[in-house]
């Protein structure tokens, strides 16, 4: 068996949506088309965003070969240039990771779709593809001749184009990757021995339950499910406000400390089961989602498992060594996103919760110093008053006189990023700086706080 590769759609999978619009605005600047949009034109790039490729879009791509006749190739090549700027601007968050993933494995990435070569191999090379796979018009003196070299790639002659590459390059297809939200990418989806349907077409989407293919959306991490382009957390951020735990009177102060943009590592104090439920709210007045790094025993659970699998959390397996948690935050990170890591990695038993001086593992200070995303701390209070350790549930029942809950956000931890322990102990601190004054000092718990700090 050879080597494998990966093949990557570009329209509704390595891009968000339509490159249609982009490309038509570079080829009006470069002087290739006139000024005048056709019509329709908007209309028919609403409805390939919305539902994919159709058969009467693609009967146009078809012909454009013909409409193309006399272009000049050079301009052509410019729009394309241009019109890379804007697309890469658009690639889906989760993409690239997975582009350096295939690479670091040692297979060549290949973008493949059915845009003409000349606007698409910009884009491909300034995302570090290895390859294109694209339909190519001909071309003599410098102009294109209104017709087609070689394969139309869509459908079979997608399959027939890349089986082609495969082999002119040593590539088995059985041991290669494809990626396309397309039904019309079937043909291609069989050749290869590791389909993935990625934000499917409802016919693909049919057919990749029926074959047990994974299904992605390379804007979401991977095992994060979407309807109507939207995710479960996109639900969960407009329920997160403080009115919706009645339990638990919320104080939040500082949020603007969180971006509402780009990547963050959010790290916090662990005191109760109730944290995750606060610090969510915290990022949600930000308009933002929090990718937790938890221990496998939440996703094993029934309900639950399943539950924070779909919110896109990160299974943390303590004592194994593995470095696929930090693997995974730094590819969420890559993608624009805000990970969180309550250092403390479980909440402190007993006497232990009442020590003053917070201690921590080097997960998020490893983290900041693998990808320089800046390290957020918070730190929580009262949190243990809704949700004591021992208690296997809040005390949801407590609305008459609801506990104080504090969430207090300081800015960016500055971090040398060179000795994780050093780092872990100034992030420690950051978190400690945020707690009320009766955090700072040890007392003497009472039975009954040690009963309830106990599990």
């Given amino acids: 068996m050879g080597r494998g590769a990966a093949f990557f759609d570009m329209d509704r999978t390595l891009l968000k949506g339509a490159s249609g619009p982009v490309i038509s605005r570079a080829l009006r600047s470069a002087g290739v088309v006139s000024e005048r949009s056709l019509p329709g034109e908007s209309a028919m790039y609403a409805l390939f965003d919305a539902v994919g490729e159709t058969l009467p879009v693609m009967l146009l791509a078809r012909g454009a070969a013909l409409l193309a006749k006399g272009w000049d190739a050079e301009q052509v090549r410019a729009a394309g240039v241009e019109a890379a700027e804007e697309l890469a601007r658009d690639v889906a968050p989760y993409a690239l990771p997975l582009i350096g993933e295939h690479q670091a494995q040692g297979r060549p990435v290949v973008l493949t779709t059915t845009t003409p070569d000349h606007l698409v191999r910009p884009l491909a090379e300034r995302l570090g593809f290895d390859d294109v796979v694209a339909t190519r018009y001909g071309e003599a003196d410098g102009a294109f001749t209104g017709q087609l070299e070689g394969e139309f790639v869509w459908a079979t002659g997608k399959r027939a184009a890349v089986a082609a590459w495969a082999r002119a390059n040593d590539v088995d297809l059985a041991s290669s990757y494809a990626y396309s939200d397309s039904v019309y990418d079937l043909p291609l989806l069989l050749a290869v021995g590791h389909p993935c349907a990625v934000n499917p077409d409802p016919r693909l989407l049919a057919v990749a339950t029926v074959a047990r293919w994974p299904v992605r959306h390379l804007d979401a991490p991977a095992g994060v499910p979407k309807l109507l382009g939207l995710e479960?957390?996109?639900?969960?951020?407009?329920?997160?406000?403080?009115?919706?735990?009645?339990?638990?009177?919320?104080?939040?102060?500082?949020?603007?400390?969180?971006?509402?943009?780009?990547?963050?590592?959010?790290?916090?104090?662990?005191?109760?089961?109730?944290?995750?439920?606060?610090?969510?709210?915290?990022?949600?007045?930000?308009?933002?989602?929090?990718?937790?790094?938890?221990?496998?025993?939440?996703?094993?659970?029934?309900?639950?498992?399943?539950?924070?699998?779909?919110?896109?959390?990160?299974?943390?397996?303590?004592?194994?060594?593995?470095?696929?948690?930090?693997?995974?935050?730094?590819?969420?990170?890559?993608?624009?996103?805000?990970?969180?890591?309550?250092?403390?990695?479980?909440?402190?038993?007993?006497?232990?919760?009442?020590?003053?001086?917070?201690?921590?593992?080097?997960?998020?200070?490893?983290?900041?110093?693998?990808?320089?995303?800046?390290?957020?701390?918070?730190?929580?209070?009262?949190?243990?008053?809704?949700?004591?350790?021992?208690?296997?549930?809040?005390?949801?029942?407590?609305?008459?006189?609801?506990?104080?809950?504090?969430?207090?956000?300081?800015?960016?931890?500055?971090?040398?990023?060179?000795?994780?322990?050093?780092?872990?102990?100034?992030?420690?601190?950051?978190?400690?700086?945020?707690?009320?004054?009766?955090?700072?000092?040890?007392?003497?718990?009472?039975?009954?706080?040690?009963?309830?700090?106990?599990?």
């Fill in 232 to 455: 479960p957390y996109d639900v969960l951020k407009q329920l997160a406000r403080p009115a919706a735990v009645p339990y638990a009177r919320l104080r939040i102060d500082g949020a603007e400390h969180i971006p509402r943009e780009g990547p963050g590592i959010v790290v916090a104090n662990h005191r109760s089961y109730f944290d995750p439920a606060a610090l969510v709210v915290l990022a949600a007045r930000r308009g933002r989602a929090l990718r937790f790094l938890g221990k496998k025993e939440v996703f094993e659970a029934p309900v639950v498992g399943p539950l924070v699998r779909s919110l896109g959390h990160i299974r943390v397996d303590r004592g194994t060594g593995s470095d696929a948690p930090l693997d995974a935050a730094a590819a969420a990170l890559a993608a624009g996103e805000l990970t969180c890591i309550l250092p403390q990695g479980t909440i402190p038993r007993g006497e232990q919760f009442y020590e003053a001086e917070l201690v921590g593992r080097p997960g998020a200070a490893r983290l900041a110093a693998r990808t320089g995303a800046p390290v957020i701390p918070v730190g929580l209070w009262g949190t243990e008053a809704v949700w004591p350790r021992s208690s296997k549930v809040p005390y949801i029942w407590n609305l008459v006189r609801p506990p104080t809950v504090e969430v207090r956000t300081g800015p960016p931890v500055p971090l040398e990023r060179t000795d994780a322990r050093a780092d872990t102990e100034t992030i420690m601190r950051s978190i400690e700086a945020l707690l009320p004054p009766d955090a700072r000092s040890r007392r003497q718990p009472t039975g009954e706080e040690l009963r309830k700090a106990s599990p």
